[in-house]
């Protein structure tokens, strides 16, 4: 395990590319949500969410499967078992007739992606450690940002000239050339050694071995609050651009702008998290999430949509302190747990994705008129985010002079 090792520019590529697929499964289709409405005669704009939101449904169910098999029988065969899985359901979702089947072939591909996702983490966890893994994390975060700038404008370039159709068969073709680039290039990471056998009581040791750890227990749960409050973004950002501001067009435009953001944030933490730690760091962005959201909220508290120019600021520094605490609290909340680095991941990552998908379909189905329940959920997730980070930080605190009595 390597603590403080160059990091070649293609591992960094490969491990940012297996992360892209769901970016890429997500965001290309954010331009066509109406459309694809209209073709499976589901004309409720807030239903259409769900094409969204329910794939991360399918990425957490995916992980609890993945990560412990992944532990058992190496990590690159499950990435293989993935993408196959993947391809399937975008076969599913370009030949449903109907929102229900749409919705099945959503959940589908969540699960086959939970593999590359999920895989790439563990695979980042057997190789290193510590503030050094939260660098690598950003660098790779990095990378994988530039597929949600460029992703809606696929979309809408496919859109406009073949069909919606089209953008899943592109997901399909790019999970393919990612596959076999992983095949070629990166060696197994599982040592022999710390494979663990797969049996029925792999998720209950799992799960036992890991609450006992308060660090991972907290930092999954904040991962969860901060999950649920962006995905809404996701879901309703066509919502708020397309209907609200009447910006069908430039909606693509729009959303690559915000995830630009996000993405030198995310470029930046790579440099400034080895100099803060990646607790301070994390703490000050969730601090300037929450205040910036909940300053939004008394600001425009009853009342119309502000000018688009005042949202995409109040937007601009929300994703930009996102781009501060994804990659930094994941980190943080696997650190503890590095010898059940699969189950872990799958557990982690599971427990924040079934917290996350309910807080956004809730907040997401007030999203109509304005976008001011977006940033209510920000503010009140981002508050509980920092509370429980105060609170794990006094038990880890107290943990600390224990040990040392």
Same mark, same amino acid.
């Given at each position: ?161 073949? $069909? ?36 029925? $009581? ?136 590095? $010898? ?66």
């Amino acid at each position: 395990m390597q603590e403080n090792q160059t990091v070649k520019f293609e591992f960094i590529a490969l491990m940012a590319s297996l992360m892209s697929i769901v970016a890429l499964a997500i965001d290309a289709l954010l331009p066509a949500m109406s459309t694809i409405g209209i073709s499976i005669n589901s004309i409720d704009s807030n239903n259409n969410q769900l094409l969204i939101t329910m794939i991360f449904l399918g990425l957490g169910v995916g992980q609890l499967l993945f990560g412990p098999l992944s532990d058992s029988l190496g990590r690159k065969p499950m990435v293989y078992i993935g993408f196959s899985i993947f391809t399937i359901a975008s076969i599913i979702c370009v030949l449903s007739p109907t929102l229900e089947w749409m919705i099945f072939g959503r959940i589908l591909q969540g699960i086959g992606l939970a593999a590359p996702r999920t895989i790439a983490i563990a695979i980042i966890r057997d190789m290193y450690k510590g503030d050094y893994m939260a660098k690598i994390m950003s660098f790779i975060t990095t990378f994988f940002i530039l597929v949600p700038v460029v992703a809606p404008v696929i979309g809408k370039f496919i859109l406009n000239l073949y $069909h919606w159709k089209g953008i899943f068969y592109i997901q399909i073709l790019m999970a393919f050339l990612v596959c076999i680039w992983f095949w070629k290039r990166q060696p197994e990471t599982l040592k022999p050694e710390y494979k663990i056998k797969f049996n029925k $009581h792999l998720f209950i040791d799992g799960f036992k071995e890991l609450i006992k750890y308060k660090v991972t227990l907290g930092f999954t749960i904040i991962s969860g609050f901060i999950s649920g409050a962006f995905i809404v973004y996701l879901s309703a950002s066509q919502i708020i651009f397309e209907n609200q501001y009447d910006l069908k067009e430039e909606f693509p435009y729009i959303f690559a702008g915000l995830a630009i953001g996000v993405g030198l944030s995310t470029f930046l933490n790579g440099s400034i998290v080895m100099r803060l730690g990646m607790w301070r760091l994390s703490f000050i962005a969730i601090i300037v999430f929450s205040l910036n959201a909940l300053l939004y909220v008394l600001l425009f508290w009853n009342a119309e949509n502000p000018s688009l120019a005042i949202l995409l600021v109040f937007m601009a520094i929300q994703f930009f302190t996102i781009g501060f605490i994804f990659g930094n609290i994941r980190a943080i909340a696997m650190e503890p747990i590095g $010898h059940i680095a699969g189950i872990g991941a799958a557990l982690t990552g599971f427990v924040s994705t079934i917290m996350a998908v309910p807080i956004a379909n809730y907040i997401g189905s007030f999203i109509n008129a304005t976008a001011l329940p977006l940033f209510v959920g920000f503010s009140v997730f981002g508050v509980f985010s920092v509370l429980i980070f105060i609170r794990v930080q006094v038990l880890q605190a107290k943990e600390v002079q224990i040990t040392k009595v």
